[in-house]
């Protein structure tokens, strides 16, 4: 079967991914109410009892929403490293020790023929982290909520067959906005979203032979358009010289309100 995923949802009112392999589903945060997450996977076909694990990147509401409830309902183990457990503790409701796993940041864990990489990301949270997976030589990594793309993250997340990135925001949208300028400072800062500038020019230092997709994630509905985020990301590519046409790579859709159709990293 190979990897296979979808974006169930994504953006500032909730994110949640399914990651299947041959034996193995996987869910990374559960941003959204358990209703709707419920809802959502049945979109995909998948029973939330299925699940063999969530795991947390960090413990903001539009990432655990719904990961208490959801967990307790279908009996779910949750994978998070210790300072994202204790800063969302008193968010997602008592959890019982045997759906507790702790992971340490930058660990690979196993299951079954899919192996799951963690790794560090700026942005202000306890200890926020993104997600690579890896099965034989395909590559699926999620990189979203991060004021920039450091080296590290770099390393971890480029050669990448098919790349979940975040373009969260166009900064002149930002700038004349609505929100409090306390707030945009934050944003636009080095522990804040990456902005659609930014995800292309990262993209450009990211690209592998294989890469074939690039999902554009995490998008402001308040502050970008995806036509907008794919049209400066890929003018940004142009303009460096990384045709992503020639290159055969193509920028995908996410959505705030509906999943992603699934995506097999087999063609």
Not at 12 to 27: E, F, P, R, Y
Not at 200 to 209: N, R
Not at 218 to 237: E, I
Request: charged share 25%; proline share 2%.
């Amino acid at each position: 079967m190979g990897i296979r995923f979808s974006v169930l949802a994504s953006g500032s009112t909730g994110n949640a991914t399914i990651i299947q392999s041959k034996d193995v589903t996987l869910m990374i945060d559960a941003g959204l109410s358990g209703r709707k997450l419920d809802q959502l996977l049945k979109e995909r076909e998948v029973r939330g009892d299925s699940i063999h694990g969530i795991l947390v990147t960090h413990e903001h509401a539009d990432h655990v929403k719904g990961l208490g409830i959801f967990a307790r309902k279908h009996g779910l183990k949750i994978y998070a490293n210790a300072r994202t457990w204790q800063a969302m503790d008193k968010h997602v409701g008592q959890i019982e020790e045997d759906q507790r796993e702790i992971i340490e940041t930058g660990a690979e864990l196993t299951f079954g023929e899919l192996k799951v990489q963690s790794y560090p990301v700026s942005h202000d949270a306890a200890e926020p982290i993104g997600f690579c997976f890896r099965e034989g030589d395909r590559k699926l990594s999620v990189a979203t909520d991060l004021g920039y793309v450091s080296p590290k993250v770099r390393d971890m997340i480029s050669d990448s067959d098919v790349l979940v990135l975040e373009s969260n925001h166009d900064v002149d949208m930002l700038r004349i906005g609505r929100y409090p300028w306390n707030i945009k400072r934050r944003i636009l800062g080095d522990e804040g979203h990456l902005s659609n500038e930014a995800a292309g020019e990262a993209l450009c230092t990211l690209l592998a032979d294989h890469t074939r997709r690039v999902y554009l994630a995490h998008l402001s509905q308040d502050h970008n358009l995806m036509d907008l985020a794919k049209m400066t990301v890929n003018n940004l590519c142009k303009e460096r010289g990384f045709h992503l046409e020639n290159r055969r790579v193509t920028l995908m859709d996410t959505y705030y309100d509906r999943p992603t159709l699934w995506d097999s990293l087999d063609h």
